[in-house]
């Protein structure tokens, strides 16, 4: 144990630390027409990952989180076939786009969710996650992520020689 952490629970928030900064970095890339391939495959592979260590935690029932890292993984396949194997051809594109963002904003809604659980002056504003400052933060962050999938959809367009 680290600071009260097993080495799993450490190695997932880890992964999901690195994905978040690198799913930013890879959408600050798409809203100024940049693909940044090497950011793009730290984000993919730390976020496919942080969903998948999500199952390796001990449950007795199905749980929301359970139902966030399975949104996640379908939204993660579509967007690895849609960069690697469809090579953001036509519709592709957008859904690329479209899911790069969604997945992002998953980890983020996560992240939101564990510091509210964890913080003591969080969970002092919000114990049961019901509380107006839980779920104003997380309708704000709804909204400035529907700003930036916007803003990406709009940004990383098909330039000249069909390349972004």
Avoid: C
Wanted: proline share 4%; aromatic share 12%.
């Amino acid at each position: 144990m680290i600071g009260g952490l097993t080495t799993f629970t450490l190695v997932h928030v880890v992964l999901s630390l690195v994905g978040i900064f690198a799913g930013f970095v890879v959408a600050g890339g798409l809203v100024a027409g940049k693909r940044l391939d090497g950011w793009t495959g730290v984000f993919l592979v730390t976020t496919v990952a942080t969903s998948v260590t999500g199952f390796g935690f001990p449950f007795v029932t199905f749980l929301p989180s359970h139902a966030v890292g399975i949104i996640s993984l379908v939204v993660l396949t579509a967007v690895i076939v849609a960069r690697y194997a469809k090579h953001l051809a036509g519709a592709w594109r957008t859904v690329y786009v479209a899911g790069t963002i969604l997945a992002l904003y998953l980890n983020v809604f996560v992240l939101l969710v564990q510091l509210f659980r964890r913080l003591p002056a969080l969970i002092v504003a919000a114990p049961k996650q019901q509380e107006p400052p839980f779920l104003v933060t997380q309708l704000l962050v709804l909204v400035l992520f529907a700003w930036l999938a916007r803003a990406a959809i709009k940004g990383f367009r098909v330039q000249p020689g069909g390349m972004a």
